[in-house]
């Protein structure tokens, strides 16, 4: 029993990490209110192969949790529990500053639900399942009001499906001072723009993670609605687009960007060819910023790098950083 393992010691613990099956999940949640009140963050994984019926709807354990400020609900795989409930845990989530939702059990109107009362909400994890009419006609009634998270910085959002514009979730929310800016969705290849998802880009942003898309042909109009990012990711079909990969260099794009992740590179002389161009335009003083760093995941196994280009640019101060993770 979970409670013969948690309640001897929760009185000394601030965070919780469990590695459960549903039954477990069961057994935790109808722990008696206030057990957990010492608790500050909790990370419940869940992995079971075993069919059965969703957890109770009496949820009591974290009736009283004055000081949680995190909680995790993770699916391990692709295990689903059915009829989740996850609205029914009773969390306080209106004092969450840190919430992570990545699990298929939980429905697109769970998690609309429970975003619109996460109002202290500063860093953000979830993905979005598919999405049916009337979950759509919510959202699009919501996003004539949305609603503003004004304390979230960091967005990690993926979505599992494209059927139905379930990308248009997030037209039901405005982040006025998001920095960070991650979306995904579970599909190979997906295009950018994704309807919905536009909204979401301000001046704020700092980082933009586009690394999960098809190289984007409207990368100009995208960077142009978050002209103060610093840091970008990109996918590995770059080099298919000189002409935009060029106003990144010359700074017309992205004058603030500091930091370049790319997934691959095919040609590193053209990638050099951007550094170069980046540096000469940071030189002139009119307020272009130099790229500090350019990070490769990996190559495809073409022509290496030319090695003196490569000494070069870091002895002007730029750190390439080839095979790292982005």
């Known amino acids: 029993m979970i409670s013969d393992l948690v309640l001897p010691i929760i009185h000394r613990c601030s ?17 008696p209110s206030k057990s957990l009140h010492t608790l500050q963050g909790t990370l419940v994984f869940v992995g079971d192969d075993t069919q059965i019926a969703g957890p109770t709807p009496f949820a009591s354990a974290f ?32 004092q969450l500053t840190t919430l992570r939702l990545c699990s298929p059990s939980i429905l697109a109107h769970e ?10 909400l500063r860093e953000c994890r979830v993905d979005i399942s598919p999405i049916d009419d009337l979950v759509l006609q919510r959202i699009l009634e919501r996003s004539r009001c949305p609603t503003i998270l ?8 993926k979505f ?18 998001l920095r960070r800016f991650q979306p995904m ?3 190979d290849a997906a295009p950018w723009p994704l309807p919905g998802v536009q909204s979401v880009l301000c001046d704020t942003i700092e980082e933009l993670d586009l690394s999960g898309f098809e190289f984007p042909e409207s990368l100009p109009e ?12 990109l996918s590995n079909d770059f080099h298919k687009y000189p002409t935009i990969m060029h106003a990144l260099g010359e700074g017309t794009l992205a004058p603030r960007l500091t930091t370049l992740y790319l997934e691959t590179v095919e040609n590193f002389d053209f ?17 272009i910023a130099a790229f500090i760093k350019v990070a490769v995941l990996l190559d495809r196994g073409g022509d290496p790098p030319n090695e003196a280009r490569l000494v070069a640019l870091t002895g002007a101060g730029v750190q390439i950083r080839l095979g790292c993770p982005i």
């Open 15 to 31: 965070f919780l990490h469990l590695y459960i099956n549903t039954v477990t999940l069961n057994q935790l949640l109808t722990l």
């Open 63 to 94: 009736e009283s949790c004055p000081q949680l400020h995190t909680f995790a609900y993770i699916t391990v795989g692709s295990y689903c529990v059915e009829n989740l409930g996850i609205a029914n845990f009773n969390v306080p989530w209106h």
């Open 111 to 120: 998690c609309l639900d429970i975003l619109r009362s996460c109002v202290s």
């Open 150 to 157: 004004p304390f979230l910085q960091t967005l990690d959002i």
């Open 160 to 177: 599992l499906d494209l059927k139905n514009d379930s990308c248009r979730f997030l037209s039901a929310f405005r982040f006025p001072h």
């Open 185 to 187: 969705v579970l599909v």
């Open 222 to 233: 995208t960077l142009a609605l978050v002209p103060n990012i610093e840091t970008l990711r």
């Open 271 to 287: 990638l050099f060819d951007i550094i170069e161009a980046r540096i000469a335009a940071a030189s002139t003083g009119h307020g």
